[in-house]
């Protein structure tokens, strides 16, 4: 049976309210640097508010008072979306407000007094050492040892899997490479990321070498007239997608015996032992391209062992 649409039952929009939907969208667009996510994800939060503000009595934003704010949340907090989900949206409602202040629309802000649930920081899968090494092993055995119409599938798996790691970049930037993105012999590829900043990242010889392969064999097999600069191709000869790559990943592991990962838990694997090799805070900060240091560091709580070592070991009064 299909789920039911939370919002079927929500009136329309009053002109007002989707007017200042549509200018808060170009201002998504052209002063925050939001990704095309984000934006989506904004817009679809702030569109639900004001539908619930609409169907309890509300003509125009300014009937946008705190307790319609926390009732909003209320109510979606007892459908049980995920704590994530209602921090989102919470953000998303007090960026629309502030931006709706400081533009005139609304006469004054409310949800600076909006509380949000704290989200808990559940980190992905890391992989040891020795179980990363295994899964790169294994595709790349499996990348030189297929033949014929596996072939290209194989190394395209290997190179995909070995740039996540060895770069630590996302998914969605990953295929958005283009093959100029992509040094091997200097081992640097450059990508687009969150917010349309760019950074050029290192990687190492395992990966050039996969990377290589795919260039000289696999992609050439696969590539069409149409299939432009993408680094990644499908079986058709399209730029890959996510769920591909997502794909891989999950098959690449299976086959090497490795716990099941995503394509985000071989980036921050990544992390995990760049950090376990003395990597400073910092360089790992840029690699990954995050813009809060805060962020980077929550990647340290996973070598703790490491540091009391390293305590037990350099301080006097351990």
Same mark, same amino acid.
């Given at each position: 049976?299909?789920?039911?649409?939370?919002?079927?039952?929500?009136?329309?929009?009053?002109?007002?309210?989707?007017?200042?939907?549509?200018?808060?969208?170009?201002?998504?667009?052209?002063?925050?640097?939001?990704?095309?996510?984000?934006?989506?994800?904004?817009?679809?939060?702030?569109?639900? +508010?004001?539908?619930?503000?609409?169907?309890?009595?509300?003509?125009?934003?300014?009937?946008?008072?705190?307790?319609?704010?926390?009732?909003?949340?209320?109510?979606?907090?007892?459908?049980?979306?995920?704590?994530?989900?209602?921090?989102?949206?919470?953000?998303?409602?007090?960026?629309?407000?502030?931006?709706?202040?400081?533009?005139?629309?609304?006469?004054?802000?409310?949800?600076?007094?909006?509380?949000?649930?704290?989200?808990?920081?559940?980190?992905?899968?890391?992989?040891?050492?020795?179980?990363?090494?295994?899964?790169?092993?294994?595709?790349?055995?499996?990348?030189?040892?297929?033949?014929?119409?596996?072939?290209?599938?194989?190394?395209?798996?290997?190179?995909?899997?070995?740039?996540?790691?060895?770069?630590?970049?996302?998914?969605?930037? +990953?295929?958005?490479?283009?093959?100029?993105?992509?040094?091997?012999?200097?081992?640097?590829?450059?990508?687009?990321?969150?917010?349309?900043?760019?950074?050029?990242?290192?990687?190492?010889?395992?990966?050039?070498?996969?990377?290589?392969?795919?260039?000289?064999?696999?992609?050439?097999?696969?590539?069409?007239?149409?299939?432009?600069?993408?680094?990644?191709?499908?079986?058709?000869?399209?730029?890959?997608? #996510?769920?591909?790559?997502?794909?891989?990943?999950?098959?690449?592991?299976? #086959?090497?015996?490795?716990?099941?990962?995503?394509?985000?838990? +071989?980036?921050?694997?990544?992390?995990?032992?760049? +950090?376990?090799?003395?990597?400073?805070?910092?360089?790992?900060?840029?690699?990954?391209?995050?813009?809060?240091?805060?962020?980077?560091?929550?990647?340290?709580?996973?070598?703790?062992?490491?540091?009391?070592?390293?305590?037990?070991?350099?301080?006097?009064?351990?």
């Amino acid at each position: 049976m299909a789920a039911t649409d939370p919002t079927s039952d929500l009136p329309p929009l009053p002109p007002a309210m989707q007017d200042a939907v549509a200018r808060f969208a170009q201002h998504l667009e052209s002063q925050r640097g939001h990704s095309a996510h984000t934006r989506r994800a904004y817009l679809a939060d702030v569109t639900g +508010l004001l539908r619930h503000a609409v169907r309890h009595g509300a003509h125009g934003l300014d009937d946008l008072q705190l307790p319609v704010l926390r009732a909003w949340l209320a109510a979606q907090a007892d459908r049980g979306l995920a704590r994530s989900t209602l921090a989102r949206r919470g953000a998303a409602a007090r960026a629309f407000l502030r931006w709706a202040h400081r533009t005139g629309l609304v006469a004054h802000d409310p949800s600076a007094r909006l509380a949000s649930p704290k989200v808990s920081r559940v980190l992905p899968t890391v992989l040891t050492g020795d179980a990363a090494a295994r899964m790169l092993d294994a595709a790349r055995e499996d990348a030189l040892a297929a033949e014929d119409d596996a072939r290209s599938a194989a190394l395209r798996a290997w190179a995909a899997a070995e740039l996540l790691y060895g770069s630590g970049v996302r998914v969605g930037e +990953l295929v958005t490479v283009d093959v100029d993105d992509v040094d091997p012999g200097e081992r640097l590829v450059r990508v687009l990321g969150k917010g349309g900043k760019e950074r050029v990242v290192p990687f190492g010889v395992p990966a050039a070498r996969a990377v290589g392969a795919w260039l000289a064999e696999g992609r050439p097999a696969i590539a069409t007239a149409a299939s432009g600069p993408a680094l990644l191709l499908g079986d058709r000869g399209g730029r890959w997608g #996510q769920r591909q790559v997502r794909e891989a990943v999950h098959r690449l592991a299976a #086959q090497a015996g490795v716990d099941d990962v995503a394509p985000h838990d +071989l980036r921050h694997s990544a992390a995990t032992h760049l +950090l376990q090799g003395g990597s400073d805070l910092r360089s790992v900060q840029e690699v990954l391209g995050h813009a809060n240091l805060a962020t980077t560091q929550r990647y340290t709580h996973v070598d703790a062992e490491r540091l009391r070592a390293v305590y037990a070991q350099a301080f006097p009064r351990a």
